[in-house]
């Protein structure tokens, strides 16, 4: 399979900027698998497809404000860092822009009062450098002040004071990502509370999305690509809450492709037992567990994954999915290929281009049934 074979003309004016005037109020494009049928709504009426039993399984990381702009101490040079994981304690591995002017021993301040100050201790991984920050008070306080929202690259403009609103989605909670969950962005909290009072049952996980998901596809051929890892966790709680709908043979709809990874790279098959008979939290048997066959089943606990879903793939937990539109040529693309037909995707694509779908991450939404 070809890096080519998931390719589209995208016009560059579709490349939305700034987000809709309000999270809901974007686009959504339903796709039914079964009939093949292409829908045009508003991402208010999603309630219209969710019904009472469903399973939205949601990505709660929170975006941290990863871009910080400072000065060498020693010549006053402009350095830009951008966060992309935290290594142990104040240690971060970060990306610098200019990279040459950064060497082990050097000193960025950002803030004299309240001081934020960076110490380079060594080169890192794909020509980042491992920062030491010094700072007064609580670290996250001063990022939260001094940081911007690391916005990807497509968006060519700087962000501003509500991409700090409108670049988290409304439930976040757990801090580690450099990159939003976007398919969440367009989730309100009334719209979360109706799905509920439908009897649409929420469940959170965790995966902190890297700065790899901008990185392109660089393999000619798809299957010779090497995925980047990302942690992700998933509390017991969540963990029984999906195997219990599994074994009721109720929907888990994803709510982005990092859920997707998520429970996906958790996945295990349980055998010996019915369908849903399994507890995934600690892999025994319940009571009232019917012998059987096996079913897949998701693990609780942390863990870090590097997981590659492109055609050919079988989806073990997902059903559905509630997506963005994505990157000619990405993983991400390829992943959605993978729960539906390649072809027929990029044929609701060129439908999407067509009725000016706002694309990538402030753009419109798709639902997958």
Not at 16 to 29: G, H, I, N, T
Not at 139 to 154: A, D, Q, T, V
Not at 167 to 189: I, M, N, R, W
Request: charged fraction near 30%.
């Amino acid at each position: 399979m070809k890096i080519s074979d998931f390719d589209y003309h995208l016009p560059e004016e579709l490349i939305v900027q700034k987000p809709a005037d309000k999270r809901d109020c974007s686009r959504l494009l339903v796709v039914h698998r079964d009939t093949g049928a292409v829908e045009h709504r508003h991402f208010f009426d999603i309630l219209d497809y969710l019904k009472e039993g469903d399973c939205l399984v949601l990505n709660d990381s929170k975006v941290l404000p990863a871009r910080l702009y400072g000065e060498k101490e020693k010549t006053g040079a402009k350095v830009e860092f951008l966060l992309t994981r935290r290594v142990n304690g104040d240690i971060w591995e970060t990306m610098v822009k200019p990279g040459k002017r950064l060497k082990p021993g050097d000193s960025v301040m950002f803030s004299r009062s309240p001081l934020l100050r960076a110490k380079i201790k060594d080169f890192g991984p794909g020509g980042t450098r491992l920062a030491e920050f010094q700072y007064d008070g609580v670290f996250m306080e001063r990022l939260e002040e001094l940081g911007s929202m690391p916005l990807p690259p497509y968006i060519e403009r700087a962000s501003d004071i509500d991409d700090k609103e409108r670049y988290q989605t409304v439930y976040c909670k757990d801090e580690g990502s450099v990159a939003a969950p976007t398919a969440g962005l367009h989730f309100t909290e009334e719209l979360l509370e109706e799905a509920e009072k439908k009897g649409v049952e929420l469940i959170y996980v965790t995966l902190h999305v890297g700065i790899g998901t901008f990185r392109p596809v660089k393999c000619e051929n798809v299957e010779e690509h090497t995925m980047h890892f990302e942690e992700y966790s998933i509390s017991d709680e969540s963990a029984r809450a999906i195997n219990k709908a599994k074994r009721e043979g109720r929907r888990i709809i994803s709510v982005g492709t990092t859920s997707t990874r998520t429970v996906e790279s958790a996945a295990y098959f349980a055998e010996g037992v019915q369908a849903g008979s399994v507890d995934a939290v600690n892999g025994q048997m319940p009571d009232g567990a019917v012998a059987g066959n096996g079913c897949w089943q998701v693990r609780s606990g942390e863990g870090s994954t590097g997981i590659f879903i492109y055609p050919g793939y079988e989806f073990k937990i997902v059903d559905s999915l509630i997506t963005n539109f994505h990157l000619p040529k990405s993983t991400l693309l390829m992943l959605i290929s993978a729960l539906y037909d390649r072809e027929k995707i990029l044929e609701i694509y060129e439908e999407a281009v067509r009725e000016r779908y706002r694309f990538f991450s402030y753009g419109d939404a798709m639902l997958i049934l």
